[in-house]
């Protein structure tokens, strides 16, 4: 409680003892929730020095309708610093020479229709799609094909808003990443309600969709099916 939500402008310096107390102990009290840090996270394993792009997975992301290009390019960006050794990106054409001058790393097309997305889906390893994609034809039938492309995807944004209105299902080995505006449309709340207890509305919307759940906000919230929660304070 002292970590999300509203804490962050109520908490001043903060000071932790654990009074002696046995170690099981703190790690029984503390189960609940795990605050991720430096120290407890699990490293990526080192990449040789004869690794190569194509060794390190191919990330395809599908978004930036006409007037919203900027999210699918920041999340793109994203992607290469996060260390994925190929970046594909399906946006509107409109947006493809801005795409080019910021990241000319990024295989950048041009996408009408699904139709064009096929062949990129069985190039990918990996889809991100929602941001900017918009709720119009063009979003809802990008999203459609990407829904039944048999690989991990990560959902935001726009495709979290159609979710919500039960327009597409949700694929397996999917993460969903939620602001609480929008985990409030997925679970038939208002955003009060899940700012209020903001650990049960990451419980709920992983159980309601049986995946991993990133409840965005001032301290982020990862919760799994299985009933694991996580606390994110560091900002991304």
Known sequence: GLFTAQAADCVGELVFNDLQAPPELLAKACASAKRLMPGNLPRLASRSLTAHKGQAGHMLLIGGDRGFGGAILLSAESALRSGAGMVSLATRSEHVPAALARLPEVMTVGTHSANQLMGLL?????????????????????????????????????????????????????????????????????????????????????KKYTTVVVLKGAGSLIASPDGRLALCHQGH
Do not use: F, Y
């Open 122 to 206: 069985e190039q990918a390893s990996v889809l991100v799609v929602g941001p900017g994609l918009g709720q119009a034809a063009w979003g809802r039938s990008l999203l459609s094909a990407a829904a039944n492309a048999p690989l991990p995807q990560v959902w935001d944004a726009d495709a979290l808003n159609m979710l919500a209105e039960e327009r597409v299902n949700l694929p397996k080995d999917c993460v969903i990443t939620p602001h609480p505006g929008e985990a409030a449309r997925l679970l038939g709340i208002s955003t009060a309600q899940v700012q209020a207890d903001r650990p049960a509305a990451a419980h709920a919307l992983s």
